[in-house]
């Protein structure tokens, strides 16, 4: 079956210094892989999508991402974190083998620290 | 577009009530997912819609749930009865998927508190 993990429940991270949150993902096929963002009391949002091509995906806000197939991960990150950028934040893969329904991960909160 | 719409935003309702949550996916996308939040399970896929036919169900709790979805443009969660543990957030979403690789946008979810 697909699946993503993702191994920190929490990252705290100084403003102004790079950020990472890590997501390594276990699929059949080529991976349809996605992150998102939540912010308390709100829906998910989309930041960004690897499908095919460049391993390096760049999303909103500043994010990007950069998928690696040998370790099999798609760690999200960021050069300089801002305070708003505190959220949870979610990696999901796209079972493209059995029903294409969407996997999330458990989640990671972000906490950036001024 | 208004985005998805989930109405209500708020539910606090009385064990063994019947509960129904609603959906409105965004205009012309034609996959839809039903996912609910807790602090101890974290977000689980609840059914997926494609084309308005269930094709995942496997994430449905019990009998107790059942979703439907009589058209492209709506579609109903629904719990009887309820129970104190189906309190949660529901979040619905929907995508357009020519493959698979369209990203899913969500409504701002249903706050479900049962008593």
């Known amino acids: 079956a697909q699946s993503v993990a993702q191994p920190e429940d929490q990252v705290n991270v100084a403003e102004g210094n790079p950020l990472t949150v890590k997501c390594t993902y276990s699929v059949s096929g080529n991976p349809y892989l996605f992150w998102y963002v939540q912010y308390p009391n709100r829906g998910l949002q989309f930041l960004l999508k690897?499908?095919?091509?460049?391993?390096l995906v760049k999303g909103s806000y500043g994010f990007e991402a950069e998928f690696n197939k040998s370790q099999t991960s798609f760690h999200l990150k960021k050069p300089s974190a801002l305070v708003s950028d505190s959220a949870l934040y979610f990696c999901?893969?796209?079972?493209?083998?059995?029903?294409?329904?969407?996997?999330f991960g458990q989640g990671t909160t972000l906490q950036v620290k001024p | 577009d208004a985005g998805v719409i989930q109405s209500p935003r708020h539910e606090v309702t009385e064990m063994g009530q019947e509960v129904t949550l609603r959906c409105k996916p965004i205009s012309g996308h034609n996959s839809l997912f039903w996912y609910r939040q807790t602090m101890m399970r974290g977000l689980e896929l609840l059914i997926y819609f494609n084309n308005n036919v269930p094709i995942d169900d496997s994430g449905m709790p019990e009998d107790r749930f059942s979703a439907k979805m009589p058209n492209a443009s709506f579609s109903t969660l629904k719990i009887q009865p309820s129970e104190p543990r189906d309190s949660a957030v529901y979040f619905c979403?929907?995508?357009?998927?020519?493959?698979?690789?369209?990203?899913?946008?969500f409504g701002q979810g249903t706050r479900l508190t049962v008593v």
């Open positions: 979403a929907s995508s357009l998927d020519g493959g698979w690789n369209t990203e899913a946008f």
């Open positions: 690897y499908i095919t091509g460049d391993n």
């Open positions: 999901a893969v796209r079972d493209i083998i059995e029903s294409g329904k969407l996997i």
